[in-house]
């Protein structure tokens, strides 16, 4: 290389690289370390070529209170606990219902069990007449105390269902009362006597649907053994004529609960 003749700029870029010159700038160097940002990195997502933030992300305020946002409570929980309180306001109400009809129903069951073990007195052996009457009557003098224990208790809804429990347990009694009399005061050889037996249990069967008619547990308990004893103890004389009287009395059962049934249904939608 000629003296005097200028160096390119290259080779004095380089030069100074080699040697390890400080303070050597390169534009092209600088242009590259001013594009890179300086300081701590930016925090949270980096979207390139979007003018747009990312979903969930707003501007200033907005976006702290659309990420402090709280979710709007759920009604699922609430309706069902409305749902839970009507029923127990129903069952409740119907087992009022039971209480309020229970003193008709007992008074009923002593003036016919004392016309029908009058009607049977010579028929049928005084003990077990008697017996069955005293039966009768203890139940129905109880089912009056339960249900002055009832009224002067005065339970809340929630508080219901033993007594619903102790109802059952006394219409239970009732039912195996009036089944047993079918049993012990039914007498094939007296055909008056026996159609009076069938009468007095078809007719307490009909009084206690519509007086039950508010529990299924209730007019269940009473109209099954008491209907179904009735048919068995029919059947049992074994004749053409029993056979079919049985069976007429199981199917007037059957037919009873479910009109029964059908009470009940238009008592817990009213």
Do not use: K
Request: hydrophobic share 50%; net charge neutral; proline share 6%.
């Amino acid at each position: 290389m000629a003296i005097g003749t200028p160096v390119p700029r290259s080779l004095t870029i380089h030069a100074n690289r080699e040697a390890g010159v400080p303070g050597c700038t390169c534009s092209a160097g600088a242009e590259r370390a001013a594009a890179v940002p300086t300081g701590n990195p930016p925090r949270g997502p980096m979207v390139i070529g979007s003018g747009h933030l990312p979903q969930g992300v707003s501007h200033g305020a907005d976006s702290a209170h659309t990420l402090t946002r709280a979710p709007e409570p759920s009604r699922t929980s609430g309706s069902v606990i409305g749902g839970d309180q009507r029923h127990q306001q129903v069952r409740a109400a119907e087992i009022r219902l039971l209480y309020e009809n229970a003193p008709t129903g007992a008074a009923a069951t002593v003036v016919i069990a004392s016309l029908l073990a009058y009607a049977q007195w010579d028929v049928v052996p005084r003990t077990v007449v008697s017996a069955w009457l005293l039966y009768v009557v203890l139940v129905s003098a109880a089912r009056f105390l339960l249900v002055r224990r009832y009224w002067q208790a005065a339970p809340g809804d929630g508080a219901s269902g033993r007594w619903n429990t102790a109802f059952v347990v006394g219409t239970a009694m009732a039912a195996v009362g009036w089944g047993a009399g079918a049993l012990v005061l039914y007498q094939a050889a007296r055909p008056v006597n026996e159609i009076l037996v069938v009468f007095a249990v078809g007719g307490v069967m009909l009084g206690g649907a519509s007086l039950l008619a508010a529990r299924p547990e209730a007019f269940l308990t009473f109209l099954l053994p008491t209907g179904l004893l009735t048919a068995v103890r029919l059947a049992s004389e074994g004749d053409e004529d029993h056979l079919m009287m049985g069976f007429m009395v199981a199917v007037f059962t059957v037919a009873t609960v479910v009109t029964t049934w059908r009470f009940h249904l238009a008592i817990e939608s009213s």
